[in-house]
């Protein structure tokens, strides 16, 4: 079993930054790509960027290429989500998740374990 844990959450105003944290237990040696998804009010799951087992050219959304900086920290089993610039679309629950798969992926339908969620808030 793989239990993910998100940290970080909160509310924020426009302009401010936030740092994330997915902290992974369990059987760990079972998680190789991690990513981070969001989903806002009304809004379906949306893939934020991911990370591959070696940490090298991670993936990025468009929507946040430039703001947020995905990275991982082996020793603590730990991936941490950078945001800075904050907009107010930018609130939602966000989702760590982790694949059996070495490569990062975009596909939510990769991703074999997901963590509850935080909640984001980005207030104008």
Same mark, same amino acid.
Request: charged letters at 20%; proline letters at 3%; a neutral charge.
């Given at each position: ?37 969001? $989903? ?5 799951? /949306?893939?934020? @960027?991911?990370?591959?087992?070696? #940490?090298?050219?991670?993936?990025? %959304? ?19 989500? $950078? ?5 107010? /679309?930018?609130? @939602?629950?966000?989702?760590?998740? #982790?694949?059996?798969?070495?490569? %990062? ?20």
């Amino acid at each position: 079993q793989v239990q993910l844990v998100e940290s970080g959450g909160g509310l924020v105003q426009t302009g401010d930054s936030l740092r994330l944290s997915c902290a992974a237990s369990g059987s760990i040696f079972s998680i190789n790509a991690v990513g981070w998804f969001r $989903q806002g009010p009304g809004k379906e799951r /949306e893939f934020i @960027a991911a990370i591959s087992r070696s #940490g090298v050219t991670p993936v990025y %959304a468009d929507s946040v290429k430039g703001r947020f900086t995905i990275s991982r920290d082996y020793a603590e089993n730990t991936v941490y989500l $950078q945001m800075n610039s904050l907009k107010p /679309e930018d609130t @939602a629950v966000y989702y760590c998740a #982790g694949a059996r798969r070495i490569m %990062a992926t975009m596909s939510p339908y990769e991703y074999d374990y997901w963590g509850q969620g935080t909640q984001v808030t980005v207030s104008s």
